[in-house]
C-alpha cells in the first residue's frame, strides 16, 4: 500500500496512476541538504541519503537552497560553502554521480532589500542570475512589490517558491497573473500534487497547472520521508500535466 493510500484511503487513487513514467525532471533545485543550516537535514548522513534518493531518481544535478532569513536562519556563503565542499567530498568518496551546488531560499522579509543591495545574493542558473525567494504563510509582505522591483532591475531573475502554498492568494488568484505578467517564475512543490500539505494547496496546485503558471519543480525535500512520497508524485497526474509543460529545470 503506496503512503496516499495509507493517509488518504481511496480518493487519493483516483488521482493516481499505474502507467510507467519516466521521471523528466533531471535538475532538483529547491531542497534542504546541507545539515545543520536550517530545519532540514541536520547530519551529513541524512544529507548524503537524500542526495543518493535524488540520484535514484534519475537526477543528474541538485542545487539545494536553505532558508535565509534576516532573524532566524542566518545563513550565507561564508558558513554554506565549506559545508557544500564537505558533502561533494563525501559523494565523491562514496563514488556518488550527481552534480551538487548551494544556493538559498531568501525570505522577503525586513533586511532582504539590504542584502540585495549589498549584492553576493547566492544565485544559481545558466547566467547565475536565478534566484529563489518565499514569502512569509500568514501575510503578504509590504514589500514584496519593491523588493521584486530591486531584483530585477538589478538584472536578476526572481523565482517565487510554492506559490500554491500561501493561504493568502487563496481567495485572490488574480495575484497569480499579475506576478507572472511582472516577470516572476513560478515554482511548484511536487508534494502539492499529492495533496501533502493541505487540499487548498493542492487545489491552488491544479489552478496554476490548469492555467500554465509553473515554470519549474522543485521537491522541497526537508527529510527522509518528504522523499519517499516523491515516490507517489511521480505516479500523480498533475505531475505528469506538469510535466507536460516547457520546464526550466534541466537548463538549470
Ligand atoms: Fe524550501
Same mark, same amino acid.
Not at 531542497?31 to 547530519?43: K, P, Y
Not at 532573524?71 to 545563513?75: L, P
Given at each position: 500500500m503506496s503512503f496516499l493510500s495509507k493517509i488518504f484511503g481511496k480518493s487519493s487513487q483516483v488521482s493516481q496512476t499505474n502507467i510507467p513514467f519516466d521521471n523528466p525532471i533531471q535538475v532538483e533545485f529547491h531542497?534542504?541538504?546541507?545539515?545543520?543550516?536550517?530545519?532540514?537535514?541536520?547530519?551529513i548522513e541524512q544529507s548524503i541519503e537524500l542526495i543518493k534518493g535524488f540520484a535514484a531518481m534519475g537526477m543528474r544535478k541538485i542545487i539545494t537552497t536553505p532558508h535565509i532569513m534576516s532573524?532566524?536562519?542566518?545563513?550565507s556563503k561564508d558558513n554554506l560553502f565549506p559545508l557544500r565542499d564537505q558533502i561533494r567530498a563525501e559523494l565523491k568518496l562514496q563514488n556518488i554521480p550527481i552534480e551538487f551546488d548551494v544556493a538559498a531560499e531568501y525570505m522577503? !522579509?525586513?533586511g532582504f532589500e539590504r542584502k540585495i543591495a549589498e549584492g553576493n545574493l547566492l544565485t544559481f542558473g545558466p547566467n547565475g542570475k536565478h534566484i529563489l525567494i518565499e514569502l512569509p504563510f500568514m501575510n503578504e509582505p509590504p514589500n514584496l512589490s519593491s523588493a521584486l522591483f530591486e531584483l530585477q532591475i538589478a538584472g536578476y531573475q526572481p523565482i517565487l517558491a510554492h506559490p500554491e502554498r500561501y493561504p493568502f492568494y487563496n481567495n485572490e488568484r488574480t495575484k497569480f497573473h499579475e506576478l507572472k505578467d511582472r516577470g516572476i517564475l513560478f515554482q511548484l512543490n511536487m508534494l502539492s500534487c499529492v495533496g501533502y500539505y493541505a487540499k487548498q494547496v493542492q487545489e491552488a496546485a491544479q489552478y496554476l497547472v490548469n492555467n500554465r503558471l509553473i515554470d519549474l519543480v522543485g521537491s !522541497?525535500?526537508?527529510h527522509i520521508k518528504h522523499q519517499q512520497i516523491l515516490q507517489d508524485v511521480l505516479q500523480n497526474k498533475l505531475f505528469h500535466k506538469v510535466c507536460e509543460a516547457e520546464l526550466l529545470n534541466n537548463n538549470l
Open positions: 531542497s534542504h541538504l546541507i545539515f545543520g543550516v536550517d530545519d532540514g537535514c541536520q547530519t532573524d532566524f536562519y542566518k545563513n522577503v !522579509d525586513d !522541497d525535500a526537508h
